[in-house]
């Protein structure tokens, strides 16, 4: 219970009706406070135990009862905390501990809201406004003004005031609880409104002159929004209310809610445009007068922008992509008039001349006589210029159409239909110097490793517009803004063309060839991919972000991701289970490698003892090698490059008369000794006689060798081997097993953390008369 309840509980006054003393019998029993605004002696208020089984209305009658209230279906209770709507058995159980107020009923008081709003006194009609709006943000309320016959009233009353002489506070109240009413109730609808409430909604709309108070103009907005939306006021709305208004409030408002629910209409009356008139509206939005509006109220300052304008602002960037669309389901139409011959219709006559317009800037460069300098690559592998005669077949070649005869061909398939070539187009026109490097770039490299630009400027245009999701409808949730959207006038256009250099500069860093086309792609995709993500402000941003986004860098990253998503999957409780399952088999296999390393055998420097001092024997070597039948080393003196047979050495240790295996300063050769500290941490000795301690003395000549053979030794004598290299060994084993293991299942989006229950054993496993009586 709530420390307020709490308080009410020790102030109040019991009284003798059984329900306000009884106790908790039930787990489904709650307990809450009541407390009432309408008589100075109840501000104690009463502790309630109400059954599970009785309705909230008994709590009431009960609280009328000791209270001496008549007519208890004249109160209801409210809570008290905000939003402070009232109680109904749906919200029953968030009553148990809260501290709730007895108020008029819903019925009473919308009856006395419509007598407020009937009266001929203007203070009267306000007065029944302000506590409508107030009120019209809890569903019971707003349900039950509507079932009263409520919002005919209400809507009438809109549309015969006089905005002039009527108060325009009266007015925003009506506006935010026909929003209210609009939004909870179910019986009521934006169909509803007549077009006399929208007009008199679009004369304050209309009237900044007049600086209507912003909580007018918010809530005016709002409605116009949702009459377009959900109704069928477009055109009403679309004729009374222009762009030019939209863009006044968004530059005026000093209120963030105002410029928000400005640029909420827009969106709305550009979705329910027809054709013509929103290619009008996408025109006039993607003005620099426009832009600059948006980028001034809304770019300079992201952290002062909430989340609602963010996402109002990724609406109207995905309605305004989505006017490429046609172009991108738009095939150039080709006609074959002769088995070998296609010609343009004549509505697409344009997308020849572009076509025309690629091959005269990359080739221009022609003199008096046709001739043109080219770029070519000749045999010694060096750059050399030379007089061509033109060749549109292999001179389209060069620029990497599919079809060199006709290359109007490849604009035929949809998507990415026109939009590629008016891309392409726009990157030679406008980024002449750019498209001419790219062109060069491919003109330059050997045949088979030229980037074909037009192929790859089709699939690039494929890839931008399944990331920017072109031709989808807005999310109304999620989505993402692209500031630098607004930075140009033909913000795709320019993001194709900085992307086509990427899509160059990724062919040379990956040395790609026409085989590799996809691969490449698969790169530009995640480069284009993880700039996006960072939501970049400007399009020298996305520049930066690309350039620094190159080919190692992305196989780095991939990397990094591939190991962290490994390791994360090694940690899943049935990858570990599997790992001690496997451990076992893992260990056999390193102990059987330390063996066979021994049965090879080892050639050890020889060192003698000086005083204190273990110094090595130059040019002198010994050689120590396990039997293959592991029962027997054999050892003795070599020459440098020697491998001697164990019947060829001279001393011998059965494995059975060794007795320990000391290491490092505990080898009898290194307690005194004041050598290297690196000679004494190789150091190792194999104990035969524990009484006399006869020893055989080693040193490693680095480290890898010594752990192999300790850990040999070690599992010769049945110990565990705790080198440093036998633990890596065992970790790459398993490491190695497991993800062969799970090549199985490659490709799931997560491994479960908890292996799947095993099903029942069936009641009979005679599953062939099992068979029979089914059939």
Known sequence: MSKQAEKINSSMIHKTGDTTAMTLSNPNDIKFGITTPFRESDKGGELVHLPHDKPIAFAVETVCKVWCYSNPSDYALKFSEPPSHYVTEERRKELSGKLVSMQFSPIKLCEEIMSKMKSNNDKEIVDGMAKLSRNASDPTVADVFVGIGGLPTLLDLMEKEKPIDWQKEGFAFALQALLDIMMLSNDATWDKVQSGVISRVAFYVNRPSSSPPPKLIGPALQVLENAIASGNAYAQIEKEVSLTTMKMHIQTSADSRVKQNALALINALLSKADLSKRKSLATTLGSPKFRDTIIEQFLKSPGDRSSETTHELYVMQTLLLNMLDEKRQTPVNVQQVHPYTFVSDDQ????????????????????????????????????????????????????????????EMDFTVVPPGTLALDCMYHLATVHTENYNKIVLDGICRASGAECPFARSSISLVNVLSELLKMGEQPDEQNGTFYPFFFRHDKPFEELFCICSQLVTKTWKEMRATAEDFDKVFDVVREQIVRTLRKTPETFEVVRSLLNGMSYAEIMKIRQQERSSREEWELQAQPIQELRKKLEPEMIDLIKQNRINYLVTGTRFNKFTSRGLTLIRVREKFWFCRLSPNGKVFHYGECEEKATPLPEELPSKINVVDIKDLLTGKDCPHMKESKGKKSSGSLAFSLVTEKESFQTVDFVAPDKRTFDVWTDGINALLGKPMNSDAAKEDLETLLHMEIKLRLLEIEGLPELPQVAPPIPELPLSFDFSALQVNGK
């Open 348 to 407: 697409d006559q344009g997308a020849l001349f572009k076509i025309k317009e690629l091959f005269r800037i990359a080739f221009e460069s022609a003199d008096s006589s046709g001739n043109y300098t080219a770029i070519s690559f000749d045999t010694a592998n060096t750059y050399a210029a030379k007089r061509e005669k033109p060749n549109a077949k292999r001179d389209y070649q060069r620029l990497g159409f599919t079809n060199d005869s006709n290359p």
